[in-house]
């Protein structure tokens, strides 16, 4: 029993990469990565009111435009977006892999006097857990970046995409990898991450991994290993999963050069549109 609970991600309390963190390149690691103390410290990376003031009203407007009502929140996090989500009337289940970021994420809006519907799910069997058909499927945060290997992104968006009705819509975000891995990223904007006296930068950047540093007053550290995903093979996914059109925003904006932004958002649709085309 001993020797399970020490394997056991849910109690766990400090980050384990080995002695070569570059080579952990796994997409179930991300259980480990997201340890109690981490998930304690990363409201004060995140600082909700800094981030509802960055970024406005961009999503609830995107999802009224559609007509969404129905949305399912597939990387809740500490519960940031669910909040925004249910305060502005949107019917919302908060799905995620780390049972640590749910319970945090429950006890966020227990806080703000909301009850969130929760759902401790993998993307990769997203059906399984979840029942129904929603008409927005949001998956912020960077955390798409979490899947390491293609077959298992493939999955997921299919996964994704069965889950929306027939004219839902995914907005999924990443950050700009193309600017990291070539060499041009500008300095970063914070529209993300507003905390203040603490950091978010990438450590380590190559084809298959960005390692990034999270650094809190104290001198206390944290990692995260990502997949640096370029904007146009995310496209390029969408597309080969079934989604008809996509629409790309940097930092929430439709213009953009494209070194700029520290992250892209993409609108996938579900249904087939004629008359439009896609941005890409």
């Not at 409201?43 to 509802?52: F, Q, S, V």
């Not at 298992?152 to 889950?163: H, I, K, S, V």
Request: charge should be negative; proline fraction near 3%; charged fraction near 25%.
């Amino acid at each position: 029993m001993k020797e399970a609970t020490q394997n056991n991600p849910i109690f766990q309390r400090t980050q384990t990469f080995g002695a070569k963190p570059t080579d952990v390149r796994e997409t179930d690691h991300y259980q480990y990565e997201y340890v109690h103390d981490f998930v304690e410290r990363w409201d004060d990376l995140i600082d909700w009111d800094g981030r509802a003031a960055s970024e406005g009203s961009f999503f609830i407007d995107v999802l009224k435009r559609y007509g969404c009502q129905s949305v399912i929140d597939a990387a809740t996090g500490t519960g940031f977006h669910s909040v925004q989500l249910l305060k502005a009337g949107f019917e919302v289940a908060s799905i995620d892999g780390s049972p640590q970021m749910l319970a945090k994420a429950f006890e966020n809006a227990r806080q703000r006097g909301m009850i969130l519907s929760t759902v401790h799910s993998d993307w990769r069997w997203l059906s399984r857990d979840v029942v129904g058909r929603y008409d927005a499927i949001i998956c912020l945060g960077n955390s798409f970046t979490h899947i390491f290997s293609e077959h298992d992104r493939r999955r997921t968006l299919a996964e994704f995409y069965a889950m929306l009705k027939h004219d839902g819509i995914l907005i999924l975000d990443q950050r700009n990898y193309d600017a990291l891995l070539d060499g041009k990223a500008e300095p970063g904007h914070k529209y993300y991450y507003c905390g203040a006296d603490v950091s978010a930068a990438p450590e380590h950047v190559d084809d298959g991994l960005a390692r990034f540093r999270y650094t809190f007053p104290g001198d206390e550290v944290y990692h995260l290993n990502m997949f640096p995903l370029r904007k146009g093979y995310v496209h390029e996914l969408m597309h080969q999963v079934g989604f008809q059109s996509v629409t790309t925003y940097g930092d929430f904006q439709s213009s953009y050069r494209e070194t700029e932004p520290d992250f892209f958002i993409h609108v996938a649709e579900k249904s087939y549109r004629e008359a439009e085309t896609d941005n890409s």
